[in-house]
T-cell receptor
Framework: EVVLTQSPATLSLSPGEKATLSCRAS??????LAWFQQKPGQAPRLLIS???NRATGIPDRFSGSGFGTDFTLAISSLEPEDFAVYYC??????????FGGGTKVELK | EVQLLESGGGLVQPGGSLRLSCVVS????????MSWVRQAPGKGLEWVSA????????FYSDSVKGRFTISRDISEDTLTLQMNSLTSADTAVYYC?????????????WGQGTLITVSS
């Protein structure tokens, strides 16, 4: 199965700062990688599909990039509501669909 | 508006069974693949099972294969997960998830989840 490794595990930042999250796949997943945001007590929400396509209603401060094995989610200027856990997920080689372990973006 | 409403969670003893339901609205199950994804307390996300929209092909993770069964009732707008031989490792919040097409696995919409606790 494709293993997704997210780094860092925790990112401590202040509002207005830029966040850069990484997701590395154990083998190529082409562009078939998605990013999700999850806040405490809530279901995950799709942010980005196929590496760089923002989902409906997602602000343009969120952007995704990458291909193959290395992917990045960038949040250009953190808003208070962006502090959350972020997961990547691949759909190139499945079953199983696999998720990364998550990156927590916390308030510094 | 797409809505997904899970039910059926609760406390069950090891070795027991439980049936989860997900009633959907705003779309028809015939046109979209669906998945179940779970999250153990304080842990990350784990994909459990999926069913294609077109021909009802089913897929399972190795951890649940042979114990869980995914199915759907289009007339009732309901996705179901039958879970047997439950163990403590199955304790988690289970999410019903709609994909963006009949076969791709872009996990577009998520329900709020239902908690399963396996304990004696």
């Amino acid at each position: 199965e494709v293993v997704l490794t997210q780094s860092p595990a925790t990112l401590s930042l202040s509002p207005g700062e830029k966040a850069t999250l990484s997701c590395r796949a154990s083998e190529s997943v082409d562009r078939y990688l998605a990013w999700f945001q999850q806040k405490p007590g809530q279901a995950p929400r799709l942010l980005i599909s196929d590496a760089s396509n923002r989902a409906t209603g997602i602000p343009d401060r969120f952007s995704g990039s990458g291909f193959g094995t290395d992917f990045t989610l960038a949040i250009s200027s953190l808003e208070p509501e962006d502090f959350a856990v972020y997961y990547c997920q691949q759909r190139k080689i499945w079953p199983p669909l696999t998720f990364g372990g998550g990156t927590k973006v916390e308030l510094k | 508006e797409v809505q997904l409403l899970e039910s059926g969670g609760g406390l069950v003893q090891p070795g027991g069974s439980l049936r989860l339901s997900c009633v959907v609205s705003g779309f028809t199950l015939r046109k979209y693949a669906m998945s179940w994804v779970r999250q153990a307390p304080g842990k990350g996300l784990e994909w459990v099972s999926a069913i294609s929209g077109s021909d009802e092909t089913t897929f399972y993770s190795d951890s649940v294969k042979g114990r869980f069964t995914i199915s759907r009732d289009i007339s009732e707008d309901t996705l179901t997960l039958q879970m047997n031989s439950l163990t403590s490792a199955d304790t988690a919040v289970y999410y019903c998830v709609k994909a963006s097409t009949q076969t791709n696995m872009i996990l577009e919409y998520w329900g709020q989840g239902t908690l399963i606790t396996v304990s004696s």
